[in-house]
């Protein structure tokens, strides 16, 4: 893959900040014509460096009042286990991410919920009634920030 010159690099940081900017917005800041920057914004995406946008959305206005973090230790740890495991739980609604790790923990789930007894029953009956799962640790999020910036490895 083709090295990220500055431009590019401008093009993701202003993405990364807001995906719904239109491509002449974009094209305006960074200096570009619109058709180069249309075409910057292309590569990005075929090449895998753009995988997708999303939206953020502010839990507590749909009803999510509750965030948490479940840390899980799976028991047999397989590769087919992980991927169930992950397959299973991403299309619950409660969850908003799940990173799959190394260390003490197998996996950590950001998750949001209406209130403390959803956040039981969930817990109860979506994570620790698997056979596989054999200690989850939950812990409330009192704020979750995300950085304004993306890495530089320069």
């Known amino acids: 893959m083709k090295k990220l010159d500055d431009i590019d690099l401008q093009i993701l940081t202003l993405l990364f900040n807001d995906a719904d900017i239109t491509n002449k917005e974009l094209a305006s ?58 397959d299973e739980l991403l299309v619950l609604p409660e969850i908003i991410s799940m990173f799959h790790m190394g260390g003490a923990f197998d996996f950590y789930i950001h998750m949001s ?32 920030s995300r950085s304004p910036a993306i890495p530089t490895f320069n």
């Open 29 to 86: 800041k960074i200096g570009t014509a619109p058709s180069t920057c249309l075409e910057r914004v292309k590569r990005l995406k075929s090449t895998g460096v753009i995988k997708g946008s999303f939206i953020d959305v502010n839990y507590n206005t749909i009803g999510g009042n509750i965030q948490a973090m479940a840390a899980i230790q799976l028991q047999p740890y397989s590769e087919q286990i992980v991927n169930n495991l992950r």
């Open 113 to 144: 919920v209406k209130d403390t007894e959803h956040l039981r029953r969930f817990v109860f009956e979506a994570i620790t009634s698997r056979d596989e799962v054999t200690n989850v640790e939950t812990s409330l999020v009192f704020e979750h």
